[in-house]
């Protein structure tokens, strides 16, 4: 286990953006959190680690994006509005998750029973107490 604190989201980031330059073809990161919590802001850093050059967002509505303009291609699920996990076999998730790119899943927790067990598991908590941007990163 790693855990990363940081204390803005371009500490987030850069943490991200460090994180995916170990990343190898195949390997799934999930990342949990609260609302706000950086998950977004992190992907967005992976996908600079990654050598990705377009804007990275949130893909509440669709629920997978794909970028391939990096060293792997980046497959980014937000699965925050799914109702069944039957909807995760209409988008043809298997495809991501075993294909020659990276998966990054925020929400994972809400699919946890269709996840490979060796995911490498992000946990994403805040502390206002610590401050309003502070963030701990737990990575197991």
């Not at 460090?18 to 850093?45: C, D, H, N, W």
């Not at 600079?48 to 990096?70: C, D, H, M």
């Not at 109702?83 to 995760?88: G, K, P, Q």
Request: glycine share 12%; proline share 3%; hydrophobic share 40%.
């Amino acid at each position: 286990m790693t855990v990363y604190e940081t204390n803005s989201a371009q500490e987030t980031f850069a943490i991200g953006e460090a994180v995916a330059g170990r990343a190898r073809p195949g390997q799934i990161y999930t990342l949990t959190g609260e609302m706000g919590s950086g998950k977004t802001v992190f992907t967005q850093g992976f996908a600079k680690g990654l050598g990705i050059a377009e804007a990275v967002n949130s893909p509440t509505f669709t629920v997978v994006q794909i970028y391939e303009g990096g060293r792997l291609p980046l497959y980014h699920f937000d699965v925050y509005r799914i109702e069944d996990i039957e909807e995760m076999d209409e988008i043809g998730y298997e495809d991501c998750f075993f294909g020659g790119g990276v998966c990054l899943i925020e929400w994972a927790e809400l699919i946890e029973d269709i996840l490979p067990k060796d995911c490498i598991r992000i946990r994403m908590e805040k502390d206002i107490a610590k401050g309003f941007d502070y963030r701990k990163l737990i990575v197991e």
